[in-house]
């Protein structure tokens, strides 16, 4: 069966430090992946996908970036930074089939910036 | 760009009553709507899935009906139970890419 593994649960970090977070897939081969924001009484906001190693689009331009080292490894990144960027950081991976397509979440990493 | 309205933002409701939930979207080019499940501090737990060319999915105590004419879809959770409080989240799949609402927070009081 799949999983989808986040870590770190959580994290504080001051404004003008680096991020890196990671998450990992098993289970399956070739998943599209996506990196997710989940802003204090928002809703969630898609902020990269890829569809393969290296193969990464953004959704919306912020202080944050990603990488596809391998096939089931995504991180999420930042040089720097800021208040804004806190949040609840969720990754997913989806498959799509012959007549449906799901996706399925990890548990989270909840970010403070401080 | 799709619209993804959920209404109620926050519903409570007692022990044994059947629990309503509403998501409306503005474009019905859709691939498919997926429903989740969002505990405090968690993840997300897909609940049901309909794709673009079905009416309605059930399992067990939970139904979900798509109407794309009007752009609207309900997930029916009958008799309700302290452990379906959580929030209820519709998304809408265009080719990969999930357009979330907002949610609905749901307390069920025993």
Redesign the interface.
């Known amino acids: 069966s799949q999983t989808i593994h986040?870590w770190p649960a959580t994290l504080v970090q001051p404004v003008g430090s680096p991020l890196s977070l990671e998450c990992t897939v098993e289970g399956t081969s070739n998943p599209?992946l996506?990196w997710y924001r989940q802003a204090a009484g928002?809703?969630?906001?898609?902020l990269f996908?890829s569809?393969g190693i290296d193969q990464i689009s953004s959704?919306v331009p912020q202080n944050l970036s990603a990488s596809r080292p391998q096939d089931r490894q995504f991180i999420l990144s930042s040089k720097k930074l800021l208040l804004s960027d806190s949040g609840?950081y969720?990754c997913?991976w989806?498959v799509?089939g012959l007549?449906?397509?799901?996706?399925?979440?990890?548990?989270?990493t909840?970010l403070t910036v401080t | 760009k799709q619209e993804v309205t959920q209404i109620p933002a926050a519903l409570s409701v007692p022990e044994g009553e059947n629990l309503v939930l509403n998501c409306s979207f503005t474009d019905s080019a859709i691939y498919n709507l997926q429903w989740f499940r969002q505990d405090p501090g968690k993840g997300l737990t897909s609940l049901l899935l309909i794709q673009s060319s079905q009416r309605e999915q059930t399992s067990g105590r939970l139904n979900a009906s798509l109407d794309k004419s009007s752009g609207r879809s309900t997930l029916y959770i009958a008799a309700s139970q302290p452990g379906d409080s959580a929030t209820y989240l519709c998304a809408l799949d265009s080719w990969g890419k999930l357009q979330f609402g907002a949610g609905t927070q749901v307390v069920v009081t025993p």
């Open positions: 986040q599209n996506y928002r809703g969630l906001q898609l996908y569809i959704e609840f969720l997913a989806g799509r007549t449906s397509y799901e996706q399925y979440f990890g548990p989270g909840r």
